[in-house]
């Protein structure tokens, strides 16, 4: 039972938008009977048994030395850092190619896709997520996987393969 902001009562971390962010020991307080059926406007997803998640080169894979294979071939757990913007997975080390060298400007996202931080941490982009600020996107999930990845709990973790 709160007010909504622009037709919503969700909270919007990234932009500051809405009431407050959930915190712990919060307390919230439930409103009066709509009465009438609560509709939904499209049905959640089954995540894929398992925690493999499919995926695809991303348009910076050429800058690391061995592209996307990178992200295959081992477990990456979850971190305490996830939010509606992205999950990021533990780091490990992504040797960059001699083309990596060059600053990469800001361009557009699309959900899924992995950027690679400056410390190797990957970072999935979910529904609120940026424009890439200079991380290359090494990787895009294959869509019908991210299930998988919104879901997973921290230090739970996913495998990668290529798709």
């Not at 049905?43 to 800058?63: C, E, F, L, M, T």
């Not at 424009?131 to 090494?138: F, H, K, N, R, S």
């Amino acid at each position: 039972d709160i007010e909504p902001v622009l037709g919503s009562r969700s909270s919007d971390t990234l932009g500051n938008i809405g009431p407050p962010a959930l915190v712990a020991g919060l307390q919230l307080c439930v409103g009066a009977d709509p009465g009438n059926e609560l509709v939904a406007d499209h049905a959640p997803h089954r995540p894929p048994p398992g925690d493999v998640v499919r995926i695809w080169d991303g348009p910076q894979h050429g800058w690391f030395v061995g592209g996307a294979h990178n992200l295959v071939g081992r477990p990456w757990r979850v971190t305490n850092e996830l939010s509606r913007v992205g999950v990021r997975l533990d780091a490990a080390e992504f040797p960059r190619s001699t083309r990596a060298l060059a600053q990469m400007g800001s361009i557009g996202l699309v959900e899924g896709a992995i950027q690679i931080t400056p410390v190797g941490e990957p970072i999935v982009m979910l529904a609120n997520h940026p424009t890439t600020g200079g991380y290359p996107v090494i990787a895009v999930v294959e869509p019908d996987d991210l299930p998988v990845v919104v879901q997973a709990r921290p230090g739970t973790s996913i495998r990668f393969r290529r798709a």
